[in-house]
């Protein structure tokens, strides 16, 4: 079992930044794939970004490419998405989510791939 805590979120405004944080409770955390996701009022959850677990490579979704960066720390079992450039449209709740799951080379961008996920932080970008 895997707990998640986000924290980080807040009110910006259009080009700002902010720096998202999700640690996790377990000490194996160098041991998962960890995924942002987020989900807008009325929209699906989507696909953010993932920070594999094999080589610490990261993927990301067409509409955040070149804006957002993912890291990760396993010493402090904490994974960080550093959002620069943000948009009225990246207004959403976001969500870190885990997998202990072979990644070789996959990328999971599927949510339902994820087993694990924490309670959200909100993320309002005003324009």
């Known amino acids: 079992q895997v707990q998640l805590v986000e924290s980080g979120g807040g009110l910006v405004q259009t080009g700002g930044s902010l720096r998202l944080s999700c640690a996790a409770s377990r000490r194996t955390f160098s041991n998962y794939n960890m995924g942002w996701f987020r989900q807008a009022p009325g929209k699906e959850r989507e696909f953010v970004v993932i920070i594999r677990r094999s080589d610490g490579s990261p993927y990301y979704a067409d509409s955040v490419k070149g804006r957002f960066t993912i890291s990760r720390d396993n010493a402090k079992n904490t994974v960080y998405l550093q959002m620069n450039g943000l948009k009225p449209e990246d207004t959403a709740i976001y969500y870190c989510?885990?997998?202990?799951?072979?990644?070789?080379?996959?990328?999971?961008?599927?949510?339902?791939?994820?087993?694990?996920w924490g309670q959200g932080t909100q993320v309002t970008v005003s324009s």
């Open positions: 989510a885990a997998n202990n799951y072979y990644s070789g080379g996959t990328f999971y961008t599927d949510r339902m791939s994820y087993n694990y």
